[in-house]
């Protein structure tokens, strides 16, 4: 029988990377960026329109500061872990006492 070899693309376990960005914050920043341009939109018909650009411009350089430190912070995954860890509670309240249990009866 005769040997058979599998080429191994050397890429496959490195990080997605865009503009500095890894991973998810690529999506958050493609979506906190369309929306600030509809917001730009949006106050384009209330104030002036190079005002209106100016802010958007500002915005969007804003968010992708943010998600830029977030994803140098954090990592490709740490920001979901982030949040997780903040979702959890500080202490258990135990309703009954130990003395109760059968493992804690002297008998």
């Known amino acids: 029988?005769?040997?058979e070899y599998l080429h191994i693309k050397?890429?496959?376990?490195?990080?997605v990377l865009f503009m500095g960005?890894?991973?998810?914050?690529?999506?958050y920043c493609i979506y906190l960026g369309?929306?600030?341009?509809?917001?730009g939109l949006g106050l384009s018909t209330i104030i002036p329109t190079a005002?209106?650009?100016?802010?958007?411009?500002?915005?969007?350089?804003?968010?992708?500061?943010?998600l830029?430190?977030?994803?140098?912070?954090?990592?490709?995954?740490?920001?979901?872990?982030k949040l997780a860890d903040a979702q959890?509670?500080?202490s258990i309240k135990v309703s009954n006492s130990f003395e109760t249990l059968l493992?804690?009866?002297n008998n």
């Open 34 to 39: 369309l929306a600030s341009i509809i917001i």
């Open 103 to 105: 493992v804690w009866k």
């Open 68 to 81: 830029m430190f977030y994803s140098k912070t954090y990592g490709a995954k740490g920001f979901v872990k």
């Open 1 to 3: 029988m005769e040997q």
């Open 51 to 66: 005002l209106a650009l100016l802010i958007t411009t500002l915005l969007i350089l804003v968010v992708f500061a943010i």
């Open 21 to 27: 960005l890894k991973a998810v914050y690529i999506n």
């Open 10 to 15: 050397k890429g496959l376990q490195k990080e």
């Open 88 to 90: 959890r509670p500080n």
